[in-house]
């Protein structure tokens, strides 16, 4: 149950959201809201948990995370992908504590129950004398992850069994992501494991940033600009458009500023142009033609990035795409999974340069990455205290300046240019929706039932 | 994996995951040419020779999984008897 407290906050919020486009700032560091927002916002949306690339092999797994539950996702010995709750069905020992490897059968570190990949119990030390061989095994397998889906490679896990499928939870988005994810016949592969690291911020404001913050490029980065690493105009960012879908999701798309000729399709190589014009349909290829920057978050927590950009100050600029996933710990701490992604048929100097590129800007180390965490870091400190939790944040950048964007080829609501907070308050106001739905009840059998949980999203969607 | 030299024998590959490590080495004594399988954790090993190394390629993975079914090895007949039966006996 949601205390009275917090729940008129948010009604407040969901109203003021729409009505003075303001989101409250008791919602960004407040441990009861966390506690409520693992259950109502992680329990029940798809959440990235990894890439099919870096599981490429049978037996290959990577430890992965909803929340505080962690999963090993693996591909068991038929090539399947599967998703297992991390937790013996013994006693809940952590079963696997590498966070990646290639196994067929794990091992439980405490009494050695020992699991084949596809999570079944294959064994239990000393059967006969403790058991009797009365264990049924087949009663005790790993727990799966209650929903498991892939979309062009992106593996996603839902703890809601009853929640709607991931196709129809990406929605529109998927035009946008295809542009990412399927410009190339052979795909995407992840290179090498992620960077991670912890920050301490809340998770919601790196989804914030990648979503639609494009303004505070000027001001944060622009000593990027100053060494010559982004474009000369400190208002690059400003030339592109912003547009969000439902179920939260959002993305900026900016071209060249203007009078800066900047090369097609991001400057990818001959080869991949070649394919995603074949690929991709006439209204993608025309949307990503003259693109020099995509930003956007799948709701609620894994954000893209296709940047063009220099490696530094003499280099040409060219692109690389990262995926990142503001993991939670706590409501001022999270955990940030940082993929670099490439075309595996690019050619080697491609690759080499765009991850150069990459980890010198949005690395762990790298100049832009820096300059945002300490941004997040500050706000979230200042906005956990007692005073600062009751003030409003303003999200009305774009009011009255400008209206939806009727030319627009591409799905979802659009505005034209990218200074715009239009992104932001669409996942604001999902993210409280989902705040104030109570759970669906459960029937006997302790299973949600359908119909409670369809009129629970159909309430979050309304 | 590992390779390990030790003088005047043939090396050993060693590889290991989260879960245990284990030994392979080419042992011959004249004709006899085997492979020697050792797990150095729980002391047991295993020489393989051609034909049964062969039976191995096509196993399914169930039959592995059936082999676990003891994970630290098969054990012996225990005659199992509680504590108290020895209790008051000197
Ligand atoms: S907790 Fe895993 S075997 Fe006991
Ligand atoms: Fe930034």
Redesign the interface.
């Known amino acids: 149950m949601l205390r009275n407290e917090l729940r008129q906050i948010l009604e407040k919020g969901l109203h003021d959201v729409e009505a003075d486009w303001t989101v409250p700032a008791a919602i960004i560091n407040d441990p009861e809201m966390h506690d409520a927002e693992r259950e109502r916002v992680f329990g029940r949306s798809w959440v990235f948990l990894a890439h099919e690339s870096e599981i490429p092999e049978r037996g290959d797994y990577v430890v992965r995370y909803i929340s505080e539950d962690q999963f090993i996702v693996c591909r068991d ?2 090539g399947e992908v599967r998703g297992h709750l991390n937790s013996c069905r013994h006693r809940g020992m952590q079963v ?3 966070e990646m ?7 439980c570190p405490y009494h ?3 699991y ?1 990949n596809k999570g ?1 119990l ?8 403790a058991y009797g061989n009365k264990l049924d095994k087949s009663l005790w397998q790993l727990k799966p992850v209650p929903k498991l889906d892939t979309y062009k490679g992106l593996i996603f896990g839902c703890l809601d069994p009853d929640a709607q499928s991931l196709d129809d939870y990406l929605g529109d988005m998927k035009f946008y992501l295809d542009i990412v994810l399927d410009r190339s016949d052979a795909g995407l592969q992840v290179v090498g494991a992620p960077q991670r690291w912890v920050v301490d911020a809340n998770w919601k404001l790196g989804a914030d940033n990648f979503i639609g913050d494009a303004y505070h490029t000027m001001m944060t980065h622009r000593s990027m600009v100053e060494l010559g690493l982004a474009p000369p105009d400190p208002k690059f960012a400003l030339y592109g458009e912003h547009v969000h879908t439902e179920h939260g999701h959002g993305l900026g798309i900016i071209g060249p500023p203007p009078g800066i000729p900047l090369p097609e399709f991001l400057g990818m190589p001959e080869n991949i142009v070649e394919q995603l014009q074949r690929r991709l349909s006439p209204e993608q290829v025309e949307v990503f033609r003259p693109v020099a920057f995509i930003h956007g978050t799948v709701f609620p927590n894994l954000s893209i990035g296709n940047f063009l950009m220099s490696k530094d100050h003499v280099s040409p600029p060219t692109s690389f795409l990262t995926l990142r996933l503001w993991h939670p710990l706590g409501p001022d701490k999270m955990e940030i999974m940082s993929f670099f992604l490439v075309e595996k048929e690019a050619p080697d100097w491609y690759k080499e340069e765009s991850y150069q590129a990459y980890v010198r800007t949005f690395g762990i180390s790298g100049a832009f990455e820096q300059d945002d965490a300490e941004n997040w870091r500050s706000i979230t400190r200042v906005l956990g205290a007692q005073y600062a939790k009751k003030m409003e944040l303003n999200y009305q950048m774009g009011r009255g300046v400008y209206e939806p964007d009727p030319d627009w080829p591409g799905p979802g609501k659009a505005f034209p240019m990218d200074y715009a907070e239009a992104n932001q308050r669409n996942f604001m106001e999902y993210w409280m929706q989902l705040m104030v739905t109570d759970p669906a009840p459960h029937n006997k059998n302790g299973k949600v039932s359908d119909a409670a949980a369809a009129e629970a999203l159909t309430r979050a969607e309304a | 994996m590992t390779i390990i030299h030790n003088e005047g024998q043939d090396p050993i590959i060693q590889i290991a ?4 490590v284990i030994q392979v080495s080419y042992t011959s004594t004249g004709q006899r040419e085997r492979l020697l399988v050792s797990s150095p954790r729980l002391g047991f090993q295993t020489l393989l020779d051609p034909l049964q190394l062969e039976s191995l390629t096509w196993q399914p ?1 169930e039959t ?3 082999l ?5 090895g098969p ?1 012996t007949e ?1 005659n ?1 008897r509680p504590l108290s039966a020895l209790l008051g006996k000197d």
Do not use: I, M, Q
Request: with cysteine.
């Open positions: 010995e038929d696997c504590r590498a490897g290639n196994a067929s059968h794990f091992r050695g129950w020992t084949n079944s294959v064994g239990v030390p000393a059967g006969r004398e | 995951n989260e879960f245990t993975p592995f999984s059936k676990l079914d003891t994970p630290y054990g225990l199992a």
